[in-house]
């Protein structure tokens, strides 16, 4: 089980990546869009703060055209790369061409058939819209629950995403998520709980060690 940060903005994703618990980014072409960096500075310095894996969502809008963003994609991020593609005729097609030697991610998933086409394609994770699916459908963890049934024993690892609380992480986690894609308000609320505050004032209020505190 990984845990990533869906993120492109660079100060958020090294205070996450501080954590030590974080394993790699997730990004899609708004999130993008919100960078103030140019793009292959952007990756260059995703590269210096992390070694995991880094997802790219192709944004071509044609076979051959997507090919060559893919394989430019991977001169820049290497063996860290996840290419994402968004779940349509085209990426499915892709993903089945790619998913050989690149992990491939479909995305935006929201049914249970996208994820037979998926699993067919040969792609190595698939991302969940939880949040979304609950908002717009009703329930969004019933659909982790049936994707993870129709993953299980096969190559590709389901990476729930849309996840807008630590409660909503980790009952899809229970659902059968594989993996986790966190905004960073929702990771940075992971480790925190309110009694385990006040414990953790009282241990430094009352509380003595071998060493003085600052
Ligand atoms: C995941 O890869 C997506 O970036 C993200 O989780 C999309 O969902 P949201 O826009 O509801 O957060």
């Known amino acids: 089980m990984s845990i990533f940060i869906d993120s492109a903005n660079l100060i958020q994703i090294?205070?996450?990546?501080?954590?030590?618990?974080?394993?790699?980014?997730?990004?899609?072409?708004?999130l993008l869009a919100q960078s103030d960096l140019e793009l292959k500075a952007l990756f260059v310095a995703l590269r210096k703060l992390n070694d995991g894996p880094i997802f790219y969502q192709l944004t071509s809008n044609?076979?051959?055209?997507?090919?060559?963003?893919?394989?430019?994609?991977?001169?820049l991020l290497e063996k860290?790369?996840?290419?994402?593609?968004?779940?349509?005729?085209?990426g499915f097609r892709l993903c089945s061409e790619l998913s050989s030697r690149i992990p491939c991610c479909p995305t935006a998933i929201y049914s249970p058939a996208q994820a037979l086409v998926a699993r067919e394609a040969g792609a190595q994770y698939l991302a969940v819209y939880v949040n979304r699916a609950t908002r717009l459908m009703g329930d969004g963890l019933k659909l982790i629950e049936d994707i993870a049934a129709i993953l299980k024993d096969s190559q590709t690892k389901l990476?729930?995403?849309?996840?807008?609380?630590?409660?909503?992480?980790?009952?899809?986690?229970?659902?059968?998520?594989?993996?986790?894609?966190?905004?960073?308000?929702?990771?940075?609320?992971?480790?925190?709980?309110?009694?385990?505050?006040e414990a953790v004032k009282q241990f430094e209020t009352?509380?003595?060690?071998?060493?003085?505190?600052?």
């Open 62 to 75: 044609s076979f051959e055209s997507s090919i060559a963003e893919a394989h430019q994609t991977l001169e």
């Open 80 to 90: 860290q790369l996840v290419i994402k593609l968004p779940p349509t005729d085209l």
């Open 206 to 214: 009352e509380g003595v060690g071998l060493v003085q505190r600052d």
């Open 14 to 30: 090294k205070t996450a990546l501080e954590l030590g618990w974080v394993q790699g980014i997730t990004t899609n072409p708004l």
């Open 159 to 197: 990476l729930a995403a849309s996840l807008k609380s630590p409660d909503e992480a980790t009952l899809a986690f229970l659902a059968g998520a594989h993996h986790l894609t966190l905004p960073y308000s929702t990771l940075m609320d992971m480790s925190r709980h309110p009694l385990s505050d």
